[in-house]
């Protein structure tokens, strides 16, 4: 191993940062009466804010994708693209959280800093090189979702997805480190491009540890990114938790897990990649299936999100299975897109919740368009971006996607992922002809107290919009951000 | 010149902030200075400043444009599963200033600021002002989109925008019948037209593997067999593309058959009517034309049937307005009649004549159409000539800048429309002598419809109400002055493009247009008449002019009002009610399309609702009344359809899902471990194996 310097833990610091003011958060929070929910969103804002200009500093002062802390972590334009990302999910996560929080009456320091810690836990995994590294990132991104998932303590519903998302959460880990172990017993390593260079000599003796050891690996990433038919906590810990939390799992945490799961499966398993291919695809094609079809007779606005966001694992897969570059940045362009229109469509249900979880059902958003005409409209657009309809980002991202997956050849997959879609206008439009078309008793305006809310769901409205209409833009982003890469892959 | 870009901006901002931030917020003068504000400010920009500097820069001398890339729309490579040109396949949302977008975006700027500044007097009472405005920023800024785009799908987002603003626009006075169903008309006329416009786009991506104008233009010039290969429908790609570009431009610029939008047009507010309907809008099929008049120089026939359709546009339009009496008509059939001339420019090679007579027929046929809307306005709105009459005295300003317009459209020598249309007909002359004759004749026409609309509207006696006689009165001074800079445009705005006698040569705006439209293949567009013959055309054309004002004068000019003409539409009743009726090319549209579809419609419901309802479904349903309930079962999801039948099995299959959901830890546990163990089991079964 070769010697740290100590100078390069300063290329750390956008984590260090943002992981220190969560702890102070934590810290605040838990003296006399607390801190005060506006208070400590406003600092998580700035913490965030903080490591998003340390995270570009950064990157100028590193090598670009040269591995540091001996071959623990490494900075590049990927990690950098994912880390941008997270970084702006989590602060439209935290317009989303403030009025919630303080409604459902929970202190608000904890809440903040588990939410900060998620996210460095997010940072530190995409910059992983090391199984090691990685594995423990991820944890720190796991056990802080597993509290959020259950910070309404006194709501039985938030206590048992807490529950369930924490024994099927070390379950899967469990499972993910086994076939961590089994590989490094195997190669004797777990930094990345050592152990593709080793994969490829198993490969060619046919070794069984090495097989089992991946597909263990595959299983725990398959289940972060709630893929069929890995993804049965996702229906009930997504209704459970509070919403905003919820659009927090859905996009941020899968956004992670996916960069992950595309840095391992491109680099480390890059050998692997005629082996890897079968598993994806068939997984893929499930995660479409189950999860349109389930969502087609659900009631409730929240699950079938859930249904949903197991559906777009399906598609966000197939630029996995394209094993190109255009796979890659189609990936990259999807999430960033799907960020935005997820986050806004959660941030719609959050504004119509009140206590006792209404606003979550079908029913209540019948004759939105009159009682809300923004907020309506808001949602019209996600809807849209959801099933991938232009003139709005989803539509690009899924163009990209099934073009990526027709281009190496898995045509079938593509076919699966046009017809799944077809279906999901069903249950997606469901909602807008309630908005739209039918009328509600009651005809009182929606108040629209929460600027800072309204204001996030107008940004993701509008950010999906314009995504939809200079995509180039964003697709040019995201190519030069893989491209001083060294993939073992492309 | 960098800032081209903020030319169509403005306009937008403009649209912007009364259409959507400051919707119902804003004062009447604040309205006025955000949309006035803006559209003067993009036209002080375009003709200070980026126009000027375009014409010292380096680009203009080597006789290029000046492209300006705003962002890679469509970026290369993301269609990169279609082989051949498609693999980069791209289209970048860029901005082109050439000689023919200069000319162009003069053209839209200045007539379009004083229109602007005249509504704001003739727009003064009504309501809705601020929607008025922001619908009137939004055409602008997507007629600079349509002008300045560097590929053909920016403008065909200006194209459709502008579609959308003239809709908007027509319909204006929507809580009227009419103008709502006029609004429509326009849509769905234009859209007929837009699907044609869509085919040529398609046949040119796929042949070149990109939109851009200039590459387009130069792999042609290289390489003039690419067009000329055979594509589809038994036509070259040249006669494909070119025919259904035009296609697209008798839609948008109404030329038969899809000119009949356009008279209906007029249920919009007048300024309306003289920017979208004569000044600018209309004339993008022009433009179009000319801008990828490569594609027409290689398509011979096509070019033929251009100029053919705008020489019987012209002539059938001018016939239609002899007979009409509503004052916009007049001019809406006669806006129709010099496009249909535009055209015939085209038609016959004369790019930059076409374009030429574009200008001059935006100066002079606004101005006719604000001096019409100074006469509405000064009758309390009346638009029905026979209760005009007599009105020269008491609007001076108005009646003297109409005889400028007039006299310009009729082909008075020195004024504008002489020197452009006779350019027309020069080149016609060329062509085919047949041409030139129709050309001729609606030439003649034009003068007498043009000088009757002025005896009926301002000579004679006023034939309203004593009542109605006490409210005329002359329109404001806002009103007026653009009346005033548009006449002074109508008349000496032909100055810059003379035609060319001999030696002397003055034909600046030919020139200048000169490396747009330059030819392929050698033969130049330049006319080589002699001068005897140059001037033989040209006393021809005036001796007709002359004609048609004289009749005009005989039947409709004096104190004799309306007599004579209706002596004449007696003696021919059976002509005067068909000229009056247009031909019944509405009744007949009506009769054959809109009837056909609606009919087609409604066979294809009595299908649904008799056949398939009430044959199959109750049919069968009373059949197996008697049944057992499992064939009411198989009735019901096997006759209803295969539709039906998948919606169930996705709906059972959905409730399997949701069984599978059942909240227990244990269970999900499970689930996770099958799966995980069928993938290992698979593995290995495999790595046993190879």
Known sequence: MPPIAPQEFWLLVPEIVLAAFGMALL????????????????????????AAVLVVWTQGQATMGAPILAGMFVLDG??????????????LTVFLSVRFIEDGGYRAGEYYSLLLLATTGMMLMVSGFNLVSIWISLELMALSSYILVGYFKFERRSNEASLKYFILGALSSGIMLYGISLLY???HTLALPALAGSLSVAVLQGDLLSTVGWILLAVGLFFKVSAAPFHVWTPDVYVGAPTPVTGYLAVASKAAAFAILVRIFYQGLAPLVIDWQIVVAAVATLSMIWGNIAALTQRNVKRMLAYSSIAHAGYILMGVLAASETGLWALMFYLLAYTFFTLGAFGTVILLERREYAGETLDDYAGLARRAPFLAACMLIFLL??????????????????????????????VIGVLTSAISLYYYMAVVVQMYFKDSEEITPIPMRAPGLIAAI????????ILGLLPGIFVNLAKSSILPLAWNLL | MQALWLIPLLPFLGAFLNGVVLRNRASRPVVTGIAVGSVGLTSALALFYVIPSYLRSAEYAAGHGFEQVLWVWLPAGALKLTSGVFADFTVDFAFLLDPLSAVMIFVVTFVGFWIHVYSVGYMGHEEGYQRYFAYLNLFMGAMLLLVLGNNFLVMFIGWEGVGLCSYLLIGYYYKEEFPPFAGRKAFIVNRIGDAGFLMALFALAATFGTLRYTEIFSQVAENPAILQSPFAMGLTLASFVALFLFVGATGKSAQIPLYVWLPDAMAGPTPVSALIHAATMVTAGVYMVARANIVYQLAPGVSGVVAVIGCLTAIFAATIALAQTDIKKVLAYSTVSQLGYMFLAAGVGAYSVAIFHLMTHAFFKGLLFLGSGSVIHAVGGEQDMRRMGGLRKMLPVTYWTFVAGTMAISGVPILSGFVSKDQILAAAFESHKILWVVGLMTAGLTAFYMFRLL?????????????????????????????????????????????RLGEWDWNWFGRFLEPVVHTVGGHSEAHHASVGL?????????AVAAIGIFFAWRTYGGAQGLVAGERWALRFPGLHRLLVNKYYVDELYDATVVRGTWATARDLFRFDAGFIDGFL????RNVTVAAAYLSGFFDKYVVDGLVNLIGWILQLGSRVFRRLQTGVVSQYAMVIAVGMFVLVFFYVVVALQS
């Open chain 2, 617 to 620: 479904v109750n049919g069968s």
């Open chain 1, 458 to 465: 107008g940004f993701c409205a509008v950010v999906t919009v």
């Open chain 1, 385 to 414: 971006a959801l099933t991938g309809i232009p003139p709005t980002g989803g539509f690009f991202g899924k163009v990209y996607l099934f073009a990526a997956a027709i281009e190496a050849g898995w045509t079938w997959v593509a």
């Open chain 2, 455 to 499: 005896y009926m509207t301002f000579h004679g006696e006023f034939r309203g109400t004593q009542e109605e006689r006490q409210h005329v009165h002359e329109s404001p001074p806002v009103m007026t002055l653009p009346l005033i800079v548009l006449a002074i445009g109508a008349v000496i705005s032909g100055w810059v493009g003379l035609p």
């Open chain 1, 185 to 187: 017993g195997a190669t």
């Open chain 1, 27 to 50: 810290v605040a929070g838990s003296i006399g009466r607390g801190i005060g929910g506006r208070m400590a969103a406003a600092a998580s804002l700035v913490g965030l804010a903080a």
């Open chain 1, 78 to 91: 990927f990690a950098l693209y994912w880390k941008v990302l997270f970084l702006v999910a989590t602060a």
């Open chain 2, 534 to 542: 140059e001037l033989t055309l040209m006393a021809l054309s005036v």
